[in-house]
């Protein structure tokens, strides 16, 4: 069974521009969640999808964006990068319900220089 | 903020069980304790989680506290590649929107 894909793993922007990462969720899982991951800050959640629907959001900027798909593959995009922006961004899928556990995939790894 | 309190840090060697700690007093009836771990770089990895009863898997054990205001995950076997940092999590939230808020965790250190 194919685990969660992040796409791509490393990434290099310059202060000002837009990305946009890509998240494919486990076969079946239909709720995909963004999380950010800084040295200072730690492991930070950003929002979490289902069924194509922004069901819960962290504390972040107007800048922090994400969509899903009908297929439940998931996109984030960052706009007008900061310094601040670079970490590592991680994509977890789940099936329904609180009882199911998050499987996280390995993180794209964002540098804003 | 997390709702979960954990010791910075702890060393264990290598074969002997590791029991990590983890406060949760504010938890409600109807959310559960879940744990992760993250090894350097990594995602984190999914360990166990429980409710109410003890739970085992071929991972670790969880035991919870009647009150559940508190918990312990137990490796029974230590290994060189257990160490990591360990998250204690309380998952926020009902069918309708759920979150895992982090806290800073345990980093755990086996010694062989």
């Known amino acids: 069974k194919a685990g969660v894909t992040q796409t791509p793993r490393y990434l290099i922007k310059t202060r000002g521009q837009q990305v946009t990462l890509s998240c494919s969720p486990i076969s079946g899982h239909r709720s995909v969640s963004w999380y950010q991951q800084t040295p200072g800050q730690g492991l930070q959640f950003l929002f979490e999808y289902f069924s194509e629907t922004q069901r819960n959001k962290g504390n972040f900027p107007g800048r922090f964006s994400g969509r899903q798909f009908s297929n439940s593959r998931s996109e984030m995009n960052v706009s007008t990068l900061e310094l601040g922006d670079s970490a590592l961004y991680l994509c977890?899928?789940?099936?329904?319900?609180?009882?199911?556990?998050?499987?996280f995939g390995s993180g794209t790894r964002l540098t804003v220089v | 903020d997390a709702k979960t309190t954990q010791p910075p840090s702890m060393d264990c060697a290598e074969g002997r069980a590791a029991n990590l700690p983890c406060n949760h007093s504010?938890?409600?009836?109807?959310?559960?304790v879940y744990w992760y771990r993250q090894i350097h770089s990594q995602g984190p990895q999914y360990i166990i989680h429980?409710?109410?009863n003890n739970e085992t898997n071929e991972m670790a054990s969880l035991i919870i506290t009647e009150d559940r205001k508190s918990s312990t995950l137990i490796l029974p076997h230590a290994t060189l590649r257990d160490t990591a940092v360990y998250y204690c999590?309380?998952?926020?939230?009902?069918?309708?929107?759920?979150?895992?808020?982090f806290g800073k965790g345990t980093t755990l250190s086996v010694s062989s």
């Open positions: 999590i309380v998952r926020v939230g009902n069918q309708a929107g759920t979150a895992l808020i």
């Open positions: 429980g409710l109410k």
């Open positions: 977890a899928s789940s099936q329904q319900g609180v009882n199911y556990g998050y499987t």
């Open positions: 504010t938890i409600s009836g109807n959310e559960y």
